[in-house]
């Protein structure tokens, strides 16, 4: 499918309390700055029916998951079942996510996130949905996981601050990268390095709102309007022209998120 051309912002919690009440004014900014499209990311289980709602506007997209920090609400005997219904019931529900390891805080529950990680992985590799990975001092572990699957993983690391050859193996992969508020950062030289070096075709961009607001913007919380100073700084650092990033970013954005095969996998 070709996507209207606009701006696509690959990650945002919209069922975040911060950003809910708001929800209205930010979707009429992000329509007026030129925004096209959102994927709405879960963190919890508790937002996964805020999600499905706010999926229903037009534009937005959602993932159903779990953040491998908040964990409480998942039932690790119930929680796949419940994950895989909730999306194969729902066509406005196109991928997983936000999942992943975070080891940021210590390894003492790397076991638990092991464990949830890959059951919901495999919930995404039986529908064959795309995944919207979280990490966080795991990369490791996080690789380990993905060469084990029996196919490929289709999905995209968010936020992605990681250097050169970090990237060159999330690419190896297959995966894509998405860049977000840090990429605006003056301290973002490794991000910016990954920037220039990603191939075009494996690049989004994302708010992660309302977390991780750009700069020069002086403010504690972002909104998916944000996305156009991403893209913005993006274009300035591949020599682009902004309306052209914008298309091919927003043509990735469709292939991973709008792709029909999104939940045929154990159909087909
Ligand atoms: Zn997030």
């Known amino acids: 499918m070709t996507p209207p051309p606009g701006l696509y912002d690959s990650h945002a919690h919209l069922a975040d309390g911060r950003l809910y009440p708001l929800l209205g004014e930010a979707l009429a900014d992000f329509r007026r700055a030129g925004g096209c499209g959102v994927l709405a990311v879960s963190a919890r289980v ?25 964990r409480e609400g998942w039932d690790a005997q119930a929680g796949p079942q419940r994950l895989a ?5 729902n066509p406005d529900l ?5 999942i992943g390891l ?26 064959d949905y795309p995944v919207a990975f979280h990490n966080r001092q795991s990369w490791r572990e996080f690789l380990a996981v993905l060469d084990g699957q029996d196919r490929p993983v289709r999905g995209v690391c968010h936020n992605f601050t990681g250097g050169r ?12 990268l998405s860049f977000g508020g840090p990429l605006t950062w003056p301290d973002a030289r490794r991000a910016r390095e ?9 690049i989004l961009v994302e708010t992660d709102a309302p977390d991780l607001p750009p700069r020069p913007r002086r ?21 682009l022209a902004v309306p052209e990033l914008a298309g091919r970013l927003g043509e990735n954005f469709a292939e991973l998120f709008l792709s029909p095969r999104n939940g045929l996998g154990n159909r087909l």
């Open 219 to 239: 403010a504690d919380t972002s909104a998916p309007a944000d996305v156009a100073r991403v893209l913005a700084v993006l274009a300035e650092l591949r020599g």
């Open 85 to 89: 219904a909730m999306l194969a019931g």
């Open 102 to 127: 975070d080891f940021h805080l210590g390894r003492g529950d790397q076991e638990e996130q092991l464990a949830l990680f890959r059951s919901q992985l495999a919930v995404a590799g039986a529908g």
């Open 165 to 176: 050859e970090l990237a060159r193996e999330i690419l190896d992969r297959g995966l894509l």
């Open 46 to 70: 508790a937002e996964w029916e805020r999600v499905a709602l706010v999926a229903r506007e037009d534009g937005v997209w959602g993932a159903l998951g779990v953040h491998p920090l908040y």
């Open 194 to 202: 990954s920037a220039r070096y990603a191939p075009l075709d494996r």
């Open 94 to 98: 196109r991928a997983v996510g936000e």
